[in-house]
C-alpha cells in the first residue's frame, strides 16, 4: 500500500507534488495513524466543510479525544470554547460576538493606517539594499495590525509577538510536537493569559470602540461569554490574524521572486492587480495548508467510510492546485478570476479575519515592490518553518 505523509518534515520545501499524487492516486485516503482520512480534491474539501450537521469542529467529539495530551491545542480547547474549535450554537454566538470588529466597513477604516505602516517598515531601504521580507515586513506588519485591533498598548507590541511564534506550534498535529514545543507554547499562553488579565482589568473601566472592549462587555453581562472563552478567544485572535499573514506576504513574495514574468506584470499596475494577486498568492501558496473536521456519524466520503469519532483532515493547498477547479493550477495568475480558492476555508468557519488579512496583502505587495521593482531572492536555500497547518518561510533575503 502506498503510504502518504504530507506532514513529513521532508515535503516542507515542496509539498504539491505529494498533494497531486493523493488528488489522483487517493483523493480520499485513510491514513495508518487514527482512522482518519485525508481530502485532496476541491469539491470533496468543499462539501466536508459546508457539512456542519454531520462533520465537527469540536475536539471533545473525537474518539480519542481522552488520549489528547493536554498541552496539545485539541486538549488546551476541551477546556473552553474557542470559535475555531466549536459548533453551533456555541460558534454562533462566539462569531457573532467578534464580527462586528471585521465588517468591510472597520477593516477599510483600517487601511490608510496599515498602508502607512507597510511603508513605514520599508523606509530605510534604498535602491540596491539587500532586505530580509519576513523580519522587515511580513511579521511585524500582521502583529503591529492585530495589536491595535485588540488595543495592547504601543510599548507592550513586541512582547506580544513575542508570544505568537511558540502559541502557532499549538495547532500542528501532536505527531510533529516535541516537548520543548510544549513547554515553550505553554509558557506563552501563561504570560499571555497573565498580561490580559492585567489589560482586561484596566479596560473595564474604561472601555474603547476596539475588540477588547466589545469582549468584555459580552462577558460582563455573564450568558455570553465567560472569561475563559474571553482568553481563549484573544489567543486565537493573535494566532490567526498574526502567522498566517505573516505567511501570506513571505510566500507571496517568494512567488513573485520566482516569476519574473508575473513580477513584473504585477510592478506595471500594483493598484489595479493588488486584489487578484492576493487571492492568488493565498491559493498558490497556501499559509493554512489544511484543517480537519470530526465524524459525528459514520459518514461515506467518497465510497470511503469515515467512522463516527475519526478525523477527516482537509488539504486547503491540496484542493487549491486541483485541476478540477483551476485551469493551470500549478501556474501563478496574478489576474485569476474567478478564483474559488480555499485558503480561507468554506462553510460556517470561513476565516473571519479573511478581508482584513486581504487588505494587509494588498498594501503590503505594493509597497515591496515600490521598493524592489526587481525583486529578487538572495539566499540559494530556503529555510521553511518547521509548522505543518502554518506553510511559511524562516527567512527570505531579497534585493532588487
Ligand atoms: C492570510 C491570512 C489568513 C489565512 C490564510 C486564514 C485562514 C483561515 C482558515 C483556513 C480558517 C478556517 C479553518 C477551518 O475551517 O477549520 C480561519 C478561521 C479564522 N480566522 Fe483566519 N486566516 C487568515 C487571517 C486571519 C486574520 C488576520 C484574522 C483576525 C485577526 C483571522 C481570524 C480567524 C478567526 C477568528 C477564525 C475562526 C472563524 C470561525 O471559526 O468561525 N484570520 N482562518
Known amino acids: 500500500m502506498t503510504v502518504y505523509n504530507p506532514f513529513n518534515p521532508a515535503n516542507t520545501k515542496d509539498p504539491y507534488p505529494v498533494y497531486k499524487q493523493m488528488r489522483e492516486e487517493a483523493p480520499v485516503w485513510a491514513g495508518p495513524l487514527f482512522g482518519e482520512v485525508f481530502v485532496s480534491r476541491h469539491a470533496d474539501c468543499v462539501a466536508i466543510l459546508r457539512d456542519a ?25 476541551l477546556s473552553g470554547k474557542v470559535m475555531l474549535f466549536s459548533d453551533p450554537p456555541d460558534h454562533s454566538r462566539l462569531r457573532r460576538l467578534a464580527q462586528h470588529a471585521f465588517s468591510p466597513s472597520a ?84 504570560e499571555f493569559v497573565g498580561y490580559f488579565n492585567g489589560l482586561i482589568e484596566e479596560r473595564r473601566g474604561s472601555p474603547r470602540d476596539d475588540v477588547l472592549s466589545a469582549l468584555i462587555a459580552a462577558e460582563e453581562e455573564g450568558d455570553r461569554l465567560t472569561h475563559d472563552e474571553l482568553l481563549i478567544n484573544l489567543i486565537l485572535l493573535l494566532i490567526a490574524g498574526h502567522e498566517t499573514t505573516s505567511n501570506l506576504i513571505g510566500n507571496g513574495a517568494l512567488a513573485l521572486c520566482e516569476d519574473p514574468v508575473a513580477r513584473d506584470q504585477f510592478v506595471a499596475d500594483p493598484d489595479g492587480l493588488a486584489r487578484t494577486a492576493v487571492d492568488e498568492f493565498l491559493r498558490y501558496d497556501s499559509p493554512v495548508q489544511f484543517t480537519a473536521r470530526t465524524a459525528k456519524v459514520d459518514v461515506d466520503v467518497h465510497g470511503v467510510t469515515l467512522e463516527k469519532g475519526r478525523q477527516a483532515l482537509v488539504m486547503l493547498a491540496g484542493a487549491n492546485r486541483d485541476p478540477a477547479a483551476f485551469e493551470n493550477p500549478d501556474q501563478l495568475n496574478l489576474t485569476r478570476t474567478p478564483n474559488n480558492h480555499l485558503a480561507f476555508s468554506n462553510g460556517i468557519h470561513f476565516c473571519l479575519g479573511a478581508m482584513l488579512a486581504r487588505m494587509e496583502g494588498q498594501e503590503a505587495f505594493p509597497a515591496l515592490l ?31
Not at 152 to 180: C, G, Q, Y
Request: hydrophobic content about 45%.
Open 370 to 400: 515600490k521598493k524592489f521593482p526587481n525583486l529578487a531572492r538572495v539566499n540559494d536555500e530556503l529555510v521553511y518553518r518547521p509548522n505543518m497547518t502554518l506553510r511559511g518561510l524562516a527567512e527570505l533575503q531579497v534585493t532588487g
Open 107 to 190: 477593516i477599510e477604516g483600517w487601511r490608510p493606517r496599515v498602508r502607512a505602516l507597510a511603508t513605514d517598515l520599508l523606509a530605510e531601504y534604498g535602491p540596491g539594499d539587500e532586505c530580509e521580507v519576513m523580519d522587515a515586513l511580513a511579521r511585524p506588519l500582521p502583529v503591529v495590525v492585530i495589536a491595535e485591533l485588540l488595543g495592547v498598548p504601543v510599548s507592550d507590541h513586541e512582547k506580544f509577538a513575542s508570544w505568537s511564534t511558540p502559541l502557532a506550534r499549538m495547532i500542528d498535529p501532536d505527531t510533529n510536537m516535541v516537548e520543548s514545543d510544549y513547554n515553550a507554547a505553554m509558557l506563552a499562553a501563561m
Open 53 to 77: 450537521e454531520r462533520f465537527s469542529s469540536d475536539p471533545s467529539n473525537l474518539i480519542r479525544a481522552e488520549e489528547l495530551s493536554p498541552q496539545s491545542i485539541g486538549g488546551v480547547f
